[in-house]
């Protein structure tokens, strides 16, 4: 289990997060998402003890990960999969870090086997492609057979094949009890591998839900419906629309349709004689919820968006509670 609570860090002027406040369970999947900049990366630098929180607190298993009795055993990470000697083998690197925390070396190969490196493991990980990289870093997260596992974009540079794997392995991991946090920009990637999602946008926190709900509360869903030719279309649209519903015509001659349920647009359809080829439900995606959500919390936008220079700047966040004098002396006895 991970907890965030309050948790802020500041960078210069810069909230790169900003009160952040939530918990990650063991037995699930819960992906962390978030435009670009959002304090994705940084969040996971707080949790990893790699940079001290300017307020608040983040702990795994109750404790700060500084103060963590055997960490590499409890806690393994991704965050960069290119921060690696590339002088070394992928065997080398990873006996390397094995010894460092006391773990057998036993271990190194049945890691490399899991991620399907057994067969590059004496090569110098310099000349290894984004995806095989990836795969050394996952397997160097689960050297420990760590309870708690953190990914940041562990399907980046990966094939198809390659994504397939790193969900299941999310997902049996999650299975097994562990607490597994993924950030990923790929939206129909995460509707498949997570079940709780976490979403930021500059820096605070903009939903914490099951990805269910996330999607029926922030992505409309619609039903299809066509019918055999443009009067029967016709018809069905002038009843659906007096019937309250909203009404658009698809290129392909079909009618997307909100407002009404199924078995009304059956029942319209039945008393205005149209015959319904299709009718169809339709429920909105996750990318579709996040971009709405999202949208104004976005720091970098294509300047083919004409919309760029009506949007407002969110106002700077309100300067956070400073840490009780008890929690400073817990950091300071941290450092
Ligand atoms: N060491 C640092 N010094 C100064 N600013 C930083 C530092 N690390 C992060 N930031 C800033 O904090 C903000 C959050 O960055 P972060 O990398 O955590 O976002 P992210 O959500 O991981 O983004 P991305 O999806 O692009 O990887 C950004 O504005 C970034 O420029």
């Known amino acids: 289990m991970i907890e965030a609570r309050g948790l802020s860090k500041r960078y210069g002027d810069k909230w790169a997060v900003y009160n952040l406040s939530f918990d990650v369970r063991p037995g699930a999947v819960t992906g962390f998402l978030g435009p670009n900049g959002a304090g994705k990366s940084t969040t996971m630098r707080l949790i990893l003890g790699l940079d001290e929180p300017t307020a608040g607190t983040v702990t795994v298993g109750g404790h700060p990960f500084r103060r963590l009795p055997n960490a590499p055993r409890q806690v393994g990470a991704l965050l960069d999969a290119k921060a690696v000697h590339g002088g070394r083998t992928a065997r080398a690197h990873l006996k ?83 607490t597994v946090f993924v950030s990923s920009h790929l939206m129909s990637e995460m509707s498949l591998t997570a079940d709780h999602l976490i979403v930021i946008g500059r820096g605070q926190l903009i939903a914490d839900t099951s990805v269910k709900d996330f999607i029926e509360r922030s992505a409309s869903g619609y039903a299809l419906v066509r019918t055999p030719d443009e009067d029967q279309t016709a018809t069905l649209t002038t009843a659906l629309t007096e019937a309250g519903g909203s009404v658009e015509a698809l290129p392909d001659g079909a009618l997307k349709v909100t407002g009404v349920p199924l078995p009304g647009i059956s029942d319209l359809a039945h008393e205005a004689d149209v015959r319904l080829w299709e009718l169809s439900p339709h429920s909105g995606s996750l990318e579709e919820a996040y971009m709405a959500l999202t949208q104004p919390a976005v720091d970098f936008r294509s300047t083919t968006d004409r919309r760029a220079g009506l949007l407002q700047e969110l106002p700077p966040p309100p300067a956070p509670v400073l840490p009780q004098s008890s929690e400073v002396l817990e950091s300071e006895a941290a450092r």
């Open 96 to 178: 390397c870090l094995a010894q460092l925390s006391g773990i057998p070396d036993r271990r190194v190969d049945e890691v490399l086997d899991v991620v399907g490196l057994l067969g590059v493991a004496f090569q110098r990980s310099k000349g290894f492609s984004l995806g095989m990289s990836q795969r050394l870093g996952i397997a160097a997260a689960l050297l420990g057979d760590p309870q708690v596992l953190l990914f940041d974009e562990p399907v980046n540079g990966l094939d198809p094949e390659g994504i397939r794997w790193v969900r299941e392995l999310m997902k049996r991991l999650a299975a097994e009890g562990r």
